[in-house]
């Protein structure tokens, strides 16, 4: 006989299980983020879109801003790569304003730990009449579908650095910044980190104009100032930020801090909204990017999803099991008494014979009045699913959905030459040289289960895969070896049902030295 009381705690923990993963996967997507560069000498800013929270200092990227998904031709690399490279992104540019390009490549190493992206410049020998690794330097970011690579004359010396912005696997806005300098054995193409800066809310470089005799090489120019804006940890108003300015300093030969400045929730908030009143349609796309939600309890409770994605031009409505999908054709902006907003028309992706207009007014950076021609089911005030609301809902949810907290961490590979990088709440799978990523979560039902979002480069979901997992470490001497094996399985009203007895067994291997293991024992008495 079913135990139906069994079956309702069951189908309760998938479903908590199901809005934490929806939680991640949802989250404001910076799959898009980019860089946006302008023309030296044309008084604009290029700006780093922000990383949650509604605050959006974002400008559109130029078509001197390199991303992963902007190249139309395969590039190959000019120099031999080992194994252990696993390469995202080539450019090919004159850094040195010589007869040959040079290129910049962008990749991961399958050995380093942190799964960080890496940057090289690859140079021509003409002694050796070949191309040959020239510099090699790390950045700061995780993410290869939020990395931006391009050069700039920062600094005012008529020399190129190489600027890459990113994302971490802490959803961080990262910026590294790399200046040409004399190499340390001889002629050739050499660069140091000048800047390298994290942080949780946005970076602005701000390019001035400068001299025409800058432009005609008769002088060097101003140093364009740097700006990093970080939440204000030290108040109490959550829209409170701290501006960080950072000048280059020629004696010190590194950008520098020069004046800290805080600035109140209040005038973040005018700021923006008058931008949305100032701007034009493409401002306020930008602006309802993402997902909003409805709720009718607590800000814990979720009741309804809309999901605005302008670079797919469409719109999804989710309400518990439902959704409901549509083309975004046409937006035209508005201006109502309670705020900005715009009219969009659409058309069901389903039945293209449907079609609805739909105002969308912003009553405040993170509210949102949504109306909709003909279906009022989805009419009503919507709330922006920032990232602390997310962490605030999944802090809520963590007894109730029995989450584990032994997660792993750090790169897992099999025999067989799978690979996982695992940092919560986010995963990257590397097989057979494809790349794929996503959210993922460990919990427990009847036994333990791990499950895995697979995303593509917009935020959307492809793929969910889940396993049956069983976790061990072992310790010898010099090395830590942590294995984990998954069966892949499915979820059920019944609990957890095993696809295949044979597992796929990943491991983890630490080296350890006789210094680190005398300090983990001392930490551990």
Not at 32 to 41: D, H
Not at 504 to 514: N, S
Request: hydrophobic share 35%; net charge negative.
């Amino acid at each position: 006989m079913i135990d139906f009381r069994r079956v309702l705690m069951v189908v309760g923990s998938v479903l908590l299980t199901v809005v934490v993963i929806v939680l991640i996967v949802m989250r404001p997507d910076h799959s898009e983020q980019t860089a946006s560069a302008s023309r030296p000498g044309d008084g604009t800013r290029f700006i780093v879109p922000e990383a949650g929270d509604g605050i959006k200092l974002s400008a559109a990227a130029s078509e001197h801003t390199i991303t992963l998904r902007d190249s139309e031709e395969e590039l190959q690399p000019r120099v031999p790569l080992s194994g252990e490279y696993l390469l995202t992104q080539i450019e090919e540019t004159n850094l040195n304003r010589d007869q040959n390009d040079e290129q910049i490549i962008a990749f991961k190493r399958r050995d380093d730990p942190e799964d960080r992206i890496r940057v090289l410049v690859a140079e021509f020998d003409s002694v050796r009449n070949t191309y040959r690794v020239a510099w090699e330097g790390e950045t700061g970011a995780n993410n290869v579908r939020t990395f931006a690579l391009y050069t700039a004359d920062l600094t005012g010396d008529h020399d190129l650095e190489i600027i890459a912005f990113g994302t971490n696997n802490a959803g961080e806005q990262t910026l590294d910044v790399f200046q040409s300098t004399d190499p340390p054995g001889g002629v050739s193409l050499y660069y140091r980190p000048i800047l390298s800066v994290v942080t949780d809310a946005n970076i602005e470089i701000d390019e001035q104009e400068r001299s025409e005799a800058y432009y005609s090489m008769q002088s060097s120019g101003s140093s364009f100032p740097i700006y990093v804006y970080s939440r204000d940890e030290d108040s109490d108003d959550e829209r409170g930020l701290v501006r960080v300015a950072y000048r280059f300093h020629p004696d010190d030969g590194q950008y520098v801090e020069s004046q800290r400045d805080s600035i109140p929730g209040t005038e973040v908030e005018e700021a923006q909204l008058q931008e949305l009143y100032d701007g034009d349609v493409a401002e306020f796309q930008r602006f309802l990017r993402g997902p909003w939600y409805r709720s009718s309890g607590s800000d814990s409770e979720v009741d309804e999803l809309v999901f605005f994605d302008p670079v797919r031009s469409s719109i999804v409505f989710y309400r518990g099991d439902r959704q409901e999908s549509f083309s975004w054709e046409t937006s035209h902006k508005t201006l109502h008494r309670s705020g900005p907003g715009l009219r969009l028309n659409l058309e069901n992706e389903s039945i293209s014979t449907v079609r609805r207009q739909l105002s969308a007014t912003a009553t405040g950076i993170d509210e949102l009045l949504i109306n909709v021609d003909g279906s009022d089911q989805w009419d009503g005030r919507y709330r922006r699913l920032t990232d602390s609301l997310q962490r605030r809902m999944l802090s809520e949810q963590r007894s109730a959905a029995r989450l584990r907290d032994d997660l792993p961490t750090g790169l897992y590979r099999s025999d067989a030459g799978l690979e996982i990088f695992f940092s919560s709440p986010r995963f990257t799978m590397r097989d057979d040289g494809e790349e794929v990523s996503g959210g993922f979560a460990m919990f427990e039902l009847d036994r333990p289960v791990l499950q895995l979002k697979q995303m593509n480069a917009n935020g959307v979901v492809i793929g969910t895969r889940a396993y049956q997992f069983e976790q061990s470490k072992n310790r010898t001497a010099d090395q830590i070896v942590r294995t984990l094996e998954l069966y892949p399985a499915r979820i059920t009203a019944e609990g957890v049902e095993v696809l295949d007895t044979e597992a796929v067994t990943l491991e983890q291997i630490e080296q350890v030295d006789e210094e680190q293991d005398d300090s983990e024992q001392d930490a551990a008495s």
